[in-house]
C-alpha cells in the first residue's frame, strides 16, 4: 500500500501563485511514476503534469510555461509550482503516484486539494 498526503492548496486571485506537495510513503516502487490530476466541477479528471523517476516530466498543453512538476526522490515527494494561475485552473488537485512494473502500473491517489482562482 502507499500513502499520499497533498498541501498547499488554497484560495488565490488570477496571476497568483501557489505550490502544491505530495508526500508519498509505502511500498513504492523504484521506478514509479508522480504527479497532479485535477478534477474540475460537471468535468471529468485531467492529467496536469507528471514526472517519472528517471527524470521525464510530462505536462498538459493547457499548463505548460505556466507549472512546473519537481521532485525530491530522497523524500518521496513530488511539488507543482503553479504561477500565472487563472480561474480555468480552478479543479481539486489530486496527487497520484504510479507503481510501474514490467507489463503495466496501479494508481494510488491521495485525498484532493482544493486550489481556487478568483478572477
Known amino acids: 500500500q502507499v500513502q499520499l498526503v497533498e498541501s498547499g492548496g488554497g484560495l488565490v486571485q488570477a496571476g497568483g501563485s501557489l505550490r502544491l506537495s505530495c508526500a508519498a510513503s509505502?511500498?513504492?516502487?523504484?521506478?514509479?511514476?508522480m504527479g497532479w490530476f485535477r478534477q474540475a466541477p460537471g468535468k471529468q479528471r485531467e492529467l496536469v503534469a507528471t514526472?517519472?523517476?528517471?527524470?521525464?516530466?510530462n505536462y498538459a498543453d493547457s499548463v505548460k510555461g505556466r507549472f512546473t512538476i519537481s521532485r525530491d526522490n530522497a523524500k518521496n515527494t513530488v511539488y507543482l509550482q503553479m504561477n500565472s494561475l487563472k480561474p480555468e485552473d480552478t479543479a481539486v488537485y489530486y496527487c497520484n503516484l504510479r507503481n510501474v512494473y514490467t507489463y503495466g502500473g496501479y494508481d494510488y491517489w491521495g485525498q484532493g486539494t482544493q486550489v481556487t482562482v478568483s478572477s
Open positions: 514526472q517519472d523517476s528517471l527524470g521525464n516530466a
Open positions: 509505502g511500498s513504492i516502487f523504484s521506478l514509479n511514476r
